[in-house]
């Protein structure tokens, strides 16, 4: 059984939406981690556009400076399909770093 584990990263993600994975099958998200790199408290949204709807898995979520927010926690896992875009706002300029983790193209 063949699995491509892949990592997208993106650096200074602020106020302007940026898309840090769209998938191209149907690919497993298994981690999502996110730093605040300011001195100040920031707040981050993360949703999943599936060409349609933007579907989220966090609003408003506040990060506090030097710390991170894990997304996926215990072991959650979800799957997008092809064309599903998975987007990452801030509240402030130039204030996130952000760690995305995929399985690509799950076979059997």
Same mark, same amino acid.
């Given at each position: 059984m063949a699995q491509n584990f892949?990592?997208? +990263? @993106? *650096? *200074?993600v602020g106020i302007t939406?940026? +898309?840090s994975f769209t998938a191209n099958s149907y $690919? +497993?998200?298994?981690?999502? &981690?996110?730093?605040n790199i300011l001195s100040t408290t920031? @707040? !981050?949204?993360?949703?999943? *556009?599936d060409g349609t709807n $933007?579907?989220? %898995?966090?609003?408003? &979520?506040p990060i506090v400076p030097g710390s991170a927010l894990q997304v %996926? $926690?215990?072991g959650a896992k979800f799957v997008m399909q092809s064309g599903d875009a998975l987007k990452i706002v801030s509240d402030t300029a130039a204030s996130l770093d952000v760690?995305?983790?995929? !399985? $690509?193209?799950i076979s059997s």
């Open positions: 892949r990592r997208f +990263t @993106n *650096n *200074n939406p940026v +898309t $690919d +497993t998200v298994i981690g999502i &981690a996110i730093s920031v @707040n !981050v949204d993360v949703y999943i *556009n $933007d579907i989220y %898995l966090v609003k408003s &979520a %996926l $926690d215990g760690w995305v983790s995929t !399985v $690509d193209d």
